[in-house]
């Protein structure tokens, strides 16, 4: 199931595989590359394993097996040098709730090594991700979900990272703000970043990935390119893996 | 980088609601404190003045040294504005007189049993438990309450060393909270010197150190509260968990190990003490008393069957010498007294000493206990405070006694002298003084025991040693607990 990428692999996982303590098998073997100038998204159930492949790709957690690779830099080797080539965007971003979105982003973006940023800078990236100009000096406690989450997509934006990762970044934004953020992935694609996104939205995925990996129960059970999706279902093909892999699993068993 | 995580530490708490709160009430009752402790330092000053003088007047206008019994008094000490110590507990005078013991008496609390029931709060008291509350209240969740609300994550989705970030927490956290408090306390120090404490130079210098070991032992709550916060995952797990140490900590340790020493080495009570004195003495002045009258009815035979003059001339050749006999005998007897009280006193003190260090090596194992030491130490207010004075009031006693032993005689001797004139038809005087008012100004004067900073200090050093021992250990802990902590 390998897929030739048209330019350099700036993520990969290479038999990428997690067994937690309790011996929960969290990742089996999983092996999938993003170039830059390209979105993988990576759809599936809870539990499915893409938080823990994000994790992985974070150092947050060592793999089993296998590695995770950013630019070449293997995360559990190199973690600190991995993640200045990487930014982050969070399921339910939580910021610091008495600081300003200008302050948050100002920390964010110093943490990540970026110094050189005017506070017009900022405004103009918050902005760019839909948050509206009276809410740039406000504390972040009066906001909501949506709202930090265009926060935290700006502050993945200002790191200016060549690999980003996304865990259900539209989890939370309402339907026009999900519209926008997709036509923001598209940008930010066409500035060569490479983008690893998990997400449960089928239609949103196939409207902006160029290719799509199914995952269930820790293995990622298919793997497509946009190209081969074409004129299919993508939901049907979704259900249909998840319950032929299922089947084959019980049939295993 | 690690001037970036410092910075956002000490916003994060300097925008904190609760900082606003938590450094409203520092101020409050750290001014407040040392306000009230400036006038009760200001009272007790002027009834010590008083008193001495009342004192000294009583002296002066006695008209022979026999009516003579002075009282020294414990003169009040700045420092025990910030540390109160035992200062309330222990008496505040002593009546010298070479026929009783050097015992402070008089306590404020004694006095007032109302304070004593609820105690003076002062500084040393907001620092070991207000500040110590404090600093675990903005610690208690420094670690792990990022973590629940996801900024660890994204901090750590950055290329930040694990070192990095618990070395900032734990200076953002120190500077965010002790810079802040140092305004209420130097604000405090000002209002001494505005107020015209006098404080001399050795007393400032104890007043610096007092407040360098309030930051160490401040230090050593907010490195716990980091430590136990990399080692939970909750922040309200953290919170239950630096409530039980500090309650344990700061109330129980601390009680707990003086209760111990008390049982671990017997004490005997003071009425114990002072019924065995009483024995003894009363032992001696009886067999004196018997040896007297023995010596009186050998006396008396020597005289048997003298004609009345013969028998006057008999009494008057040898009552200078009887007289002397008595005296040397009774001399004796007092020193005997006083070697057996000093003897007592001597093991009673031992004991107490025993004890006492059987508690401070309990006590110690908490820095509460520690910095209450450290903090008496500093002061002059600690458990030796009374001793001190005992010791200085005892050396007194002694000069005093010579003193007033060589007055006596001298008066015993002008009324022998009148007497034998009197006898020739003169008037007759008792007790051996004259009209005329004593001359006080030639009796000894009581010198205040001093404490050098140097004599201070010392003492305290174990227990600074102790506290920032504590200090690392926890810190050591808190960077090797993060290293491996969880950060998702």
């Known amino acids: 199931m390998e897929l030739q990428s048209p330019s350099r692999a700036l993520l990969e996982a290479d038999n990428l595989t997690k067994r937690y303590e309790d011996g929960q098998l969290a990742l089996d073997h999983v092996n999938f590359a993003v170039a830059a100038g390209e979105i993988y998204a990576m759809l599936g159930g809870n539990g499915a394993g893409k938080t823990t492949t994000i994790n992985l790709f974070l150092n947050f957690i060592e793999p089993t097996e296998g590695e995770a690779r950013v630019d070449g830099i293997v995360t559990h080797r190199d973690p600190l040098a991995a993640k200045k080539k990487l930014a982050y965007v969070s399921e339910n971003v939580m910021l610091y709730p008495n600081f300003t979105a200008l302050q948050n982003l100002d920390f964010f973006a110093r943490l990540g090594g970026r110094t050189d940023y005017s506070k017009d800078a900022y405004r103009d990236v918050l902005l760019r991700v839909g948050l509206q100009e009276e809410a740039h000096g406000r504390r972040l406690k009066g906001f909501s979900k949506g709202m930090r989450q265009k926060c935290g997509i700006a502050i993945a934006i200002l790191k200016d990272a060549p690999a980003i990762l996304l865990d259900e970044p539209t989890s939370g934004l309402d339907p026009k703000a999900a519209y926008e953020f997709i036509g923001l992935l598209d940008s930010l694609r066409g500035e060569g970043k490479a983008i690893l996104m998990s997400t449960h939205d089928i239609f949103r995925a196939r409207d902006v990935a160029n290719t799509i990996g199914i995952m269930n129960q820790g293995k990622l059970v298919m793997q497509r390119s946009k190209q081969d999706l074409a004129g299919e279902d993508l939901e049907k093909v979704y259900v249909e893996y998840m319950a032929g892999y299922m089947d084959r699993e019980t049939e295993t068993v | ?420 004139r009197n006898r020739s038809g003169m008037r007759i005087t008792f007790g051996g003084g004259g009209d005329s008012p004593v001359d006080s100004s030639e009796m000894p004067r009581f010198e205040e025991p001093d404490q050098s900073f140097a004599s201070a200090l010392e003492p305290s050093l174990a227990d600074l040693g102790l506290l920032g021992a504590f200090t690392v250990l926890c810190f050591a802990g808190a960077f090797i607990a993060f290293l491996r902590y969880d950060v998702r």
Request: hydrophobic share 45%; glycine share 4%; charged share 25%.
């Open chain 2, 1 to 420: 980088m690690f001037a970036t995580l410092v910075e956002k530490e000490l916003k994060s708490i300097l925008l904190s609601p609760k900082f606003v709160a938590t450094f409203a009430v520092c101020t409050v009752l750290i001014l407040l404190s040392v306000f009230v402790g400036i006038r009760e330092y200001k009272a007790s000053i002027a009834e010590y003045e008083t008193a001495s003088q009342l004192s000294e007047q009583a002296v002066r206008s006695a008209t022979s040294w026999w009516g003579v019994s002075p009282r020294v008094f414990r003169k009040p000490n700045p420092m025990q504005i910030f540390s109160a110590g035992v200062n309330n507990d222990i008496g505040r005078l002593s009546d010298i007189s070479t026929w009783t013991d050097v015992k402070l008496r008089q306590s404020s609390y004694s006095d007032n049993t109302l304070f004593a029931l609820f105690r003076f709060i002062d500084f040393a008291f907001i620092v070991q438990l207000v500040l110590s509350l404090f600093a675990i209240l903005f610690t208690y969740d420094a670690i792990n309450g990022e973590r629940e609300s996801g900024t660890l994550k994204l901090s750590f989705s950055n290329a930040v060393p694990r070192g990095t970030f618990v070395l900032s927490k734990f200076v953002g956290a120190w500077l965010g909270l002790t810079i802040p408090l140092l305004i209420p306390i130097l604000l405090a120090v000002l209002l001494a010197m505005v107020m015209g404490v006098p404080m001399t130079g050795v007393e400032w210098s104890k007043l610096a150190m007092l407040i360098g070991v309030s930051v160490l032992y401040f230090t050593f709550f907010v490195m716990l509260g980091l430590l136990v916060s990399s080692l939970t995952k909750r922040s309200a797990t953290s919170f239950l968990v630096l409530l039980v140490i500090w309650v344990c900590l700061v109330l129980i340790i601390p009680r707990a190990a003086t209760m111990a020493a008390g049982q671990l080495v017997e004490v005997p009570s003071v009425a114990e003490v002072e019924s065995q004195k009483d024995r003894f003495r009363t032992d001696r002045w009886d067999a004196f008393g018997k040896r007297r009258s023995e010596a009186w009815r050998e006396r008396m035979a020597g005289a048997e069957g003298m004609s009345q003059d013969d028998r006057r001339d008999f009494m008057d050749n040898n009552r200078e010498k009887w007289a002397q006999e008595d005296d040397e005998s009774r001399q004796l007897m007092e020193q005997e007294i006083a070697e057996n009280s000093r003897v007592v006193d001597e093991e009673l003190r031992n004991r107490k000493a025993e004890q006492e260090q059987v508690a401070f090596r309990l006590a110690r194992m908490s820095p509460a206990s520690a910095y209450q030491l450290a903090a008496t130490n500093l002061a002059g207010t600690n458990t030796s405070l009374k001793a001190r004075y005992e010791d200085a009031m005892k050396a007194y006693r002694t000069a005093y006694a010579a003193f007033i032993a060589d007055k006596r005689a001298e008066e015993q001797r002008k009324a022998r002298e009148e007497s034998s």
